[in-house]
């Protein structure tokens, strides 16, 4: 499906991530971030088929510095935020009547929440292949950065925004992945977006808006198509 410049009346299959930068504060979910979510999820759930995958933020943060001390191994961390992330899922599960999904072999392409799953597997990962196995026509991560860049705008003034990329530069973006950062998004998403060609946009979330002007064809943020 070509979605350049295009809006839609006829019904897509969508998945969408939202960061947990965005959603997520030190205690839980943020409820005035995640209303605003969900208004634009419902006015989408009356014309498309939609999955939602939500990360952990500051609220598996805040949990990682406290045991910190403990000196677990770096999959026991990640099966503690794993545990963390399964409340989200089942919040958001409940507020959108869509089923709450914790092994991927159980998925067989309908309509889920999803986080963490198992170590070593970002959400994003787990997102992408919810994607694939709905056979969508878009994967949208909203995140806190407005897209790409071609460098880090962090340490780099003159750094631009990407507003395309093939499926086969997707590899000139790796990034070092720990169990709380992997990257703008980690080797196996990539694969998995890849290998399945599925269209991907990367955009600002702060304004949960922009997941409907998107799903209308704007051009916002990173298209890899």
Request: charged share 30%.
């Given at each position: 499906?070509?979605?350049?410049?295009?809006?839609?009346?006829?019904?897509?299959?969508?998945?969408?991530?939202?960061?947990?930068?965005?959603?997520?504060?030190?205690?839980?979910?943020?409820?005035?971030?995640?209303?605003?979510?969900?208004?634009?999820?419902?006015?989408?759930?009356?014309?498309?088929?939609?999955?939602?995958?939500?990360?952990?933020?500051?609220?598996?943060?805040?949990?990682?510095?406290?045991?910190?001390?403990?000196?677990l191994t770096d999959g026991e961390r990640e099966e503690c935020f794993i545990?963390?992330?399964?409340?989200?899922?089942?919040?958001?599960?409940?507020?959108?009547?869509?089923?709450?999904?914790?092994?991927?072999?159980?998925?067989?392409?309908?309509?889920?929440?999803?986080?963490?799953?198992?170590?070593?597997?970002?959400?994003?990962?787990?997102?992408?292949?919810?994607?694939?196995?709905?056979?969508?026509?878009?994967?949208?991560?909203?995140?806190?950065?407005?897209?790409?860049?071609?460098?880090?705008?962090?340490?780099?003034?003159?750094?631009e925004l990407l507003e395309t990329m093939g499926f086969e530069d997707l590899?000139?973006?790796?990034?070092?992945?720990?169990?709380?950062?992997?990257?703008?998004?980690d080797p196996l998403a990539m694969e998995i977006i890849r290998k399945n060609?599925?269209?991907?946009?990367?955009?600002?979330?702060?304004?949960?808006?922009?997941?409907?002007?998107?799903?209308?064809?704007?051009?916002?943020?990173?298209?890899?198509?």
């Amino acid at each position: 499906m070509n979605l350049r410049n295009k809006a839609y009346t006829v019904t897509m299959k969508l998945v969408v991530k939202i960061g947990g930068s965005m959603s997520m504060m030190n205690e839980g979910p943020d409820p005035d971030y995640m209303s605003r979510f969900l208004d634009v999820l419902e006015e989408l759930d009356e014309e498309h088929s939609v999955s939602v995958c939500v990360g952990g933020g500051d609220f598996v943060n805040s949990y990682s510095e406290c045991i910190e001390s403990f000196n677990l191994t770096d999959g026991e961390r990640e099966e503690c935020f794993i545990e963390l992330m399964r409340a989200n899922v089942r919040l958001l599960s409940i507020l959108t009547d869509k089923k709450p999904l914790f092994d991927l072999e159980g998925h067989g392409g309908e309509e889920v929440v999803v986080s963490g799953i198992e170590p070593g597997r970002s959400t994003d990962a787990n997102a992408a292949a919810v994607a694939r196995n709905m056979d969508a026509d878009l994967f949208v991560k909203l995140t806190d950065v407005e897209g790409i860049y071609d460098k880090d705008p962090a340490e780099h003034e003159d750094a631009e925004l990407l507003e395309t990329m093939g499926f086969e530069d997707l590899e000139t973006v790796k990034g070092e992945e720990t169990p709380l950062d992997y990257g703008i998004l980690d080797p196996l998403a990539m694969e998995i977006i890849r290998k399945n060609k599925i269209t991907t946009v990367l955009a600002s979330g702060r304004d949960p808006e922009n997941l409907m002007r998107i799903a209308e064809g704007e051009r916002i943020g990173t298209w890899i198509e």
